[in-house]
């Protein structure tokens, strides 16, 4: 097929795909709504049906996110890249649609004139079948994982590579020891991330941080996440996250004294802060949380538990979700914002007793990956927390849920930016050791198979990092709420399919610690589960937001 041809061909079937997808949405919405609105339990009913519709809506984003990126400064590469993952997430979107409009009772001939329709299938053998794959392939393999490269303005380019540069530099050559030894982060990483500015790329420059006063640079904050999470994702791609989520939570709800007192300490990395929402009973239902605070003279009293407080040792500051209105039944609106300073402990356990009597006590968790923040369990017993901590103040009771949502969106563009950085190092990874790597007489890289999935691999990264790109952008406007959770969504699990993949391309070395692809795989793994589990993010936010679109009362 012509190149013109093949992106107007591509373009059709998105669109046709995007019509029955969006055919399935009003049905799905219609059987899960009472009287126009929404039915939590009609919505619980349909939990399948949702996430179906979750992941082809990834897919179908994605997809033209990666075409829509192809302009005159395409390389020939990220074409073959953005047609490969479009007509394979299409395969994907049209399997998906096929069965949900079964489920639904809709008709399914459009899906299956698209599924017969000649230009459809040349384009899948054009874009996707052997010999393309092979080419692509072959393409990918001698471009050492450069794959997917954004247009970015002069500042965007040198923030990118000045970060990239530190990664490899700095980085990566103490990854290794972190993950294997699980140690804490040293300083000999984090000081030179303070002088860098990078605590700081959240908050506002009236407060000492490289924020623009007034509006947000999210594809900053995604260029530099993914540069490092390049180099470690425990040991450096994770430090920006929970500051960005206090910074926000203090913009949206802090009162002017908190944000000047707070503000600069947080773009100067110092203290380091960490951020207590998870408890052992309540994952992702923030609503349900329980830890209790007790008003007293001056202030609160904590008691109660969290878990999965990740950096909670190092940090000396953290935001704790504290329920300090005791009826249950006000669910997310008896939540409030508490500030918690304790000292800094480099090691896996610690034991904090204030002069009056409380106590807070945290444990690391062992992990498989991830290795280098620590995720703690923490116990609060009669801590004391004084009013002056309490976000927002007095007006600020009760307001807790909306306060971290306010950093959630950014939370979310951070971890798809984890997951393109660590996909980045596995496909690089895997390109060196395929080229290197001599069976049957000659190196991985000349078998088809390799660079089949060389190719398939590169198609999801450069296709994931369009996608966080443009949605990135949409951040910076204002919008994109809901495509945040999307590009997490799909980027997460795009990286364990990748470092899967990477992994196996190394055989036996692959599964062996002292290989750097076996972090990258553990390592991924977590991705999918924090900042908004898979399943939370499919059901309680996507499917959520499309359905409420449809029936036209988001």
């Given at each position: 097929m012509h ?21 399935a949405?009003?049905?799905l919405?219609r ?10 339990d ?12 979750a992941?082809?809506?990834a ?24 047609l ?7 395969q ?5 649609l096929?069965?949900l409009?079964?489920?639904?009772g809709?008709p ?9 329709d ?8 054009s ?24 247009a970015?303005?002069e ?6 590579e ?9 980085v ?9 030894d ?5 300083e ?6 303070r002088?860098?500015g990078?605590?700081g ?6 407060y ?5 006063d007034?509006?947000e ?9 993914e ?10 791609g994770s430090l920006?996250?929970?500051?960005e ?9 802090g009162t ?7 503000l600069?300490k ?8 960490a951020?207590a ?10 609503a349900?949380l329980?830890l ?8 609160w ?10 950096f ?15 009826d249950?039944?006000l ?14 402990f480099d090691g896996?356990?610690f034991?904090f007793?204030?002069p ?10 062992p992990t498989?990956?991830?290795r ?10 009669d801590?004391f ?11 600020g ?10 950093g ?6 951070q ?12 496909l ?8 290197d ?8 890289a000349e ?8 190719a ?5 990264l ?7 790109g ?5 951040v910076?406007?204002g ?19 990748v470092t899967r993949?990477?992994l196996?391309?190394?055989g036996?070395?692959g599964y062996a ?23 939370t ?6 499917a ?7 029936l036209?009362?988001?």
């Open positions: 190149p013109e041809d093949t992106l107007g061909t591509v373009r059709n079937c998105l669109a046709r795909l995007r019509t029955a997808f969006d055919a949405t009003v049905a919405a059987r899960c709504s009472a009287q126009g609105r929404l039915s939590g009609k919505l619980d009913a349909e939990q399948v049906a949702s996430f179906e519709l992941w082809a809506a897919d179908l984003l994605a997809a033209d996110a990666g075409i829509a990126a192809l302009g005159a400064q395409s390389s020939e590469l990220d074409a073959r890249l953005a490969l993952f479009a007509v394979e997430a299409g994907a979107v049209l399997a998906r096929e069965m409009h079964l489920e639904l809709l399914r001939d459009a899906l299956r004139a698209l599924r017969d000649a230009g459809w299938e040349a384009l899948c053998h874009a996707a079948g052997s010999q393309a794959l092979d080419a692509a392939g072959r393409a990918v393999a001698a471009s050492d994982g450069e794959v997917g490269r954004l970015l303005d500042p965007h380019a040198m923030a990118q000045a970060f990239r540069r530190f990664a490899a530099e700095v990566a050559p103490q990854a290794e020891a972190i993950h294997r699980n140690l804490t982060v040293p000999s990483l984090l000081q030179p991330l002088e860098m990078v605590f790329l959240s908050v506002p420059e009236q000492g941080g490289s924020a623009p007034g509006h640079d999210a594809l900053l904050m995604v260029l530099v996440t540069a490092l999470s390049e180099g470690s994702l425990a040991a450096a920006i996250t929970r500051p989520i206090l910074t926000r939570a203090l913009v949206a709800g002017p004294q908190q944000q000047a007192h707070w600069p947080l773009a100067a990395g110092d203290p380091l802060c951020i929402i998870t408890e052992p009973d309540f994952g992702s239902d923030v349900a329980t209790r605070g007790t008003r007293v003279a001056g202030g009293r904590l008691d109660g538990a969290k878990t999965w407080c990740t909670a040792g190092k940090a000396g500051l953290l935001m704790v979700v504290t329920r300090t209105d005791p249950r039944a669910g997310h609106k008896g939540l409030s914002l508490l500030l918690v300073e304790k000292p800094s896996h356990d034991v007793r204030q009056e009597g409380g106590t807070l006590s945290g444990r690391a968790i498989i990956g991830y280098g923040m620590h995720s703690f369990d923490l116990s609060f017993e801590f927390v004084p009013d002056a901590n309490v976000v927002g103040g007095e007006a009771l009760g307001k807790g849920f909306y306060y971290t949502m306010a959630m969106v950014g939370g979310r563009m971890t798809a930016a984890r997951a393109c950085g660590v996909m980045r190092a596995a690089r990874a895997a390109i060196r050791y395929s080229h790597r001599k069976v049957f007489g000659q190196a991985l078998f088809p198979l390799t660079r089949a999935k060389l398939r691999m590169g198609a999801r450069a296709s994931c990092r369009q996608l966080a443009a949605v990135a952008r949409q910076d406007r919008e994109g709420r809901m495509e945040a959770s999307l590009v997490k969504l799909l980027a997460c699990r795009s990286a364990e399919m993949e990477a196996q391309l190394h036996g070395m610690e002292e290989s750097p692809v076996s972090r990258y795989f553990v390592d991924a793994r977590v991705l999918s589960i924090f900042e908004g589990a898979e399943e993010l499919a059901l309680k936010v996507v959520r937001s499309l359905l409420e679109r449809a036209g009362t988001a």
